[in-house]
């Protein structure tokens, strides 16, 4: 696909285009959001409930968590690029119930070319992989989170990128846990910022 020069024309595309797709459990897709031009994008692994409500990613709980990191290590959302490896919540029903659960390959395979063109469009300098598997969709196959977490690997359209945990695997623990990798992910998104920043 030829891209246009203006990148906020080309995503304005890519989101129609992503928006007019039909998930399979119904909920509408969630395309990514922010600047157009920014430095660093943030990629997650799919959208929550919340975000399919708000058309937003990152808006539920995680994205709160999210907010106050990054305005901890001095980021504004409306700098980044947020987008998710998939655009459909995945979901698995539990006692009437819909949960979400990680995406399937097949899920994945779906939307990569939309991923790809999608940060070709806003050709960030670092993309920040939120979990593993947004980094093994983005860096290598098999990545391993407790292993390379916080290392630099060459990234998607010409980016450098790190992975770190996912805002939403801290909200699942409780008290020191929390805090630590609390602490972790902010050293990694202030590390990605610089580099992103060129320092």
């Known amino acids: 696909m030829l891209f246009d020069t203006d990148p906020a024309a080309t ?12 998930c399979p459990d ?44 990054l305005a901890d290590a001095g980021l504004r959302r409306e700098e980044l690029w947020l987008t998710n490896v998939v655009k459909c919540r995945p979901i698995k029903v ?24 999608e940060l070709e469009a ?7 992989c939120f979990g593993a598997t947004a980094a093994a969709a983005l860096i290598k196959k098999g990545f391993k989170l407790s292993q390379e977490r916080g290392h630099w ?27 630590a990798v609390r602490l972790v992910v902010l050293h990694d998104l202030r590390e990605a910022a610089r580099a992103a920043s060129g320092d």
Do not use: C, K
């Open 94 to 117: 539990e006692r009437g119930f819909a949960r979400n659960r990680p995406p399937t390959q097949a899920e994945i395979r779906s939307w990569a070319d939309e991923l790809r063109q």
């Open 122 to 128: 806003v050709r960030p300098r670092v993309v920040l």
């Open 153 to 179: 690997f060459p990234g998607p359209a010409g980016s450098r990128a790190m992975a770190t945990f996912h805002p939403a695997y801290a909200l699942r623990l409780e008290g020191d846990d929390r805090e």
């Open 11 to 22: 995503l304005e595309r890519l989101r129609r285009e992503t928006l007019s797709a039909q």
């Open 26 to 69: 119904a909920g509408p897709p969630v395309f990514g959001d922010g600047s157009p031009t920014a430095r660093l994008a943030l990629v997650g692994e799919a959208p929550a409930e919340r975000d399919e409500a708000t058309g937003r990613p990152f808006s539920g709980p995680a994205g709160q968590f999210l907010d106050q990191l």
